[in-house]
Nanobody
Framework: VQLQASGGGLVQAGGSLRLSCVAS????????MGWHRQVPGKQREWVAG???????NYADSVKGRFTISRDNAKNTVCLQMNSLKPEDTGVYYC????????????WGQGTLVTVSS
């Protein structure tokens, strides 16, 4: 499975960005997709996830500001980020995992989001 993320960039605090991630290869229909982010010097932090059925979960730090969605026909997951804060700055990585398969998650290459104050 290969994941290609896009949509990062520089935005002022309070602005919005939309990240996209396209998966290709052998994709399980029951996979969970989502996003992590990483700030230099800190551990990678889970941001949001969505099941193939559309159930979503968010980190407390982004609830009410970020919305995750997916298009199963296109194997795409998106992250709409509104009301961005400087602390949202980081490299955002999309992932795809297959619960119960014993297979390690697949990761995209990361896309940089920079929020200026």
């Amino acid at each position: 499975v290969q994941l290609q993320a896009s949509g990062g960039g520089l935005v002022q605090a309070g602005g919005s960005l939309r990240l996209s991630c396209v998966a290709s290869g052998r994709i399980f229909p029951t996979n969970v997709m989502g996003w992590h982010r990483q700030v230099p010097g800190k551990q990678r932090e889970w941001v949001a996830g969505i099941t193939s059925g559309g159930s979503t979960n968010y980190a407390d730090s982004v609830k009410g500001r970020f919305t995750i969605s997916r298009d199963n026909a296109k194997n795409t997951v998106c992250l709409q980020m509104n009301s961005l804060k400087p602390e949202d700055t980081g490299v955002y990585y999309c992932y795809s995992r297959e619960p119960g398969s014993g297979i390690s998650p697949y990761w995209g290459q990361g896309t940089l989001v920079t929020v200026s104050s």
